[in-house]
């Protein structure tokens, strides 16, 4: 499991709008990851809209706001459009950044066990180090407290 203080594992994915995103090449600019399960569901929807309702103040803080779930950038296309969000989403198919993060969890809804994303978010220094994490997140509030963070980052 990675914690604050060590270097962020890059990855190279496909994001909205097609082209790829690679943490490597925002080196020098503060990232905040944040991975969610699906793209247009409540909790996920409320948390991008939060999230695309600060863009410019994350941009002011020098911070780039990219959001990571396993759907395909087909679908990210279209939760983009039909909400008009304002941030990146980048598609991890195959799950290697969600492991790499440690956000592939067992998680049980109703008695039964299923693997899926846990709703966790990471912000990482201009240096390319993890300066934090939240984990098990509650979407309420959340953006705000990420955007506080990444400004004294």
Do not use: N
Request: aromatic share 8%; net charge negative.
């Amino acid at each position: 499991m990675i914690g604050e203080g060590q270097p962020a594992p890059d990855f190279t994915l496909p994001r909205d709008g097609g082209g790829e995103v690679s943490l490597s090449a925002l080196r020098g600019q503060k990232v905040v990851l944040y991975f969610y399960p699906k793209d247009d569901t409540p909790g996920c929807t409320t948390e991008a809209l939060d999230f695309t309702a600060r863009a410019q103040e994350f941009d002011a803080a020098g911070a780039v706001v990219i959001g990571i779930s396993k759907d395909s950038v087909a679908k990210h296309d279209k939760f983009v459009k039909k909400h008009a969000l304002g941030i990146m989403l980048a598609s991890d198919e195959h799950g290697t950044t969600c492991e790499d993060y440690g956000v592939w969890v067992e998680k049980s809804m109703y008695g039964k066990t299923y693997m899926g994303i846990d709703r966790s978010t990471f912000l990482i220094d201009a240096e390319g180090r993890i300066a934090r994490i939240w984990r098990k997140v509650k979407v309420a509030d959340h953006a705000a407290e990420v955007l506080e963070a990444a400004k004294s980052a």
